[in-house]
């Protein structure tokens, strides 16, 4: 549920007042059609700007959603002061999410919610997220719905390709790459030794060796 992570902060951390929540709910029925017939499909930003947030979204990964804290001291505006207020916006934020469903199947949308790092000034986790989600991904996600964010329903409009695993495929084809398989598993460091060898360039000091089935 990365892909729609800002949509739900928006709505756990609503600043600055009710009124923006109730402006959503309004403009989320009224502007789809809207946007329709004038934008072609472009739907214009009703975002706050970011320095105005106390919280966002920012890009990582499909297992683990980023969030950003706009933390006084290290933004260029800062609204969340360190030390207590920090951890109460965590604890917040933290209690919001655990409570997300799927909005389709009723499933818990997240497993864990996690700070990265004890000091969020400290200068070697200055570049990092400050919370971390980590979501159930039994099934694929498309809504989520909470008592206190209602139902955020996206569509997921990017490209994936699937998830680091043990185990993959890999072929080869090209001149003097003879038809057949690998009668075992061979590792992912072999693959530019096997390159290397195959264009003749020399690869030294790497852990992978080339695969004899294509370089013999």
């Not at 980590?134 to 498309?142: G, M, Q, S, Y």
Request: aromatic content about 8%.
């Amino acid at each position: 549920a990365s892909f729609m992570l800002d949509d739900i902060l928006e709505r756990l951390d609503p600043h600055p007042g009710e009124w923006r929540r109730r402006l959503q709910r309004w403009s989320g029925r009224y502007l789809h059609a809207l946007k329709r017939r004038m934008w072609w499909g472009r739907e214009p930003s009703r975002k706050l700007p970011v320095g105005r947030r106390r919280v966002f979204a920012i890009p990582n990964n499909d297992v683990f959603g980023a969030i950003r804290v706009n933390l006084s001291g290290r933004e260029p505006r800062g609204v969340v002061a360190p030390g207590r207020e920090y951890d109460a916006l965590f604890d917040d934020i933290r209690s919001g999410l655990m409570e997300l469903v799927d909005g389709d199947t009723g499933a818990a949308l997240v497993r864990d919610v996690f700070r990265v790092a004890e000091d969020p000034l400290d200068e070697r986790s200055l570049g990092l997220p400050d919370f971390c989600i980590e979501w159930n991904r039994d099934a694929p996600i498309r809504s989520a719905a909470s008592p206190r964010i209602g139902m955020v329903r996206r569509r997921f409009r990017g490209v994936r390709t699937g998830d680091h695993q043990p185990n993959g495929f890999f072929w080869a084809t090209g001149p003097g790459v003879a038809g057949g398989r690998q009668p075992g598993p061979v590792s992912v460091t072999d693959f530019a030794a096997t390159v290397a060898a195959l264009l003749g360039v020399a690869l030294d000091d790497v852990d992978g060796r080339p695969i004899a089935a294509l370089t013999r």
